[in-house]
């Protein structure tokens, strides 16, 4: 069988789940994303401290951590006066783990 014969014969996705992926990759265009994402996968940090390693506007760091949160690919925990973030769950370190291995390779990085 060709994969072309195998195409015919898979299901394709449902809407749902397309209009959810295209959601999933445009939350991870923004460059602001994904060195915040890069941060959040190395340890949990609030607002300040993202703005403060990011040096970018706490403002600007909330907005894109809202958009983030919306993709679930954030989630955040008041802790004390403060609210922490992280990455949601480990599909999400997975996916930004590949999507890294996957541009260093495609593009030679080293």
């Not at 265009?29 to 994904?34: E, L, Q, Y």
């Not at 403060?82 to 080293?110: C, G, P, S, T, W």
């Amino acid at each position: 069988m060709t994969g072309q014969e195998n195409m015919q014969e898979t299901e394709m996705l449902s809407p749902e789940v397309e209009q959810d992926m295209a959601a999933l990759f445009q939350a991870l265009s923004n460059p602001t994303r994904i060195k915040i994402l890069y941060l959040l996968k190395q340890q949990s940090l609030t607002v300040t401290e993202i703005s403060n390693r990011l040096d970018v506007s706490q403002s600007a760091v909330s907005h894109q951590l809202r958009e983030l949160k919306l993709a679930r690919l954030v989630r955040n925990q008041k802790q004390g006066r403060e609210m922490i973030y992280r990455l949601d769950d480990d599909h999400v370190h997975q996916i930004f783990h590949m999507a890294i291995e996957h541009v260093k390779e495609i593009y030679n990085y080293e």
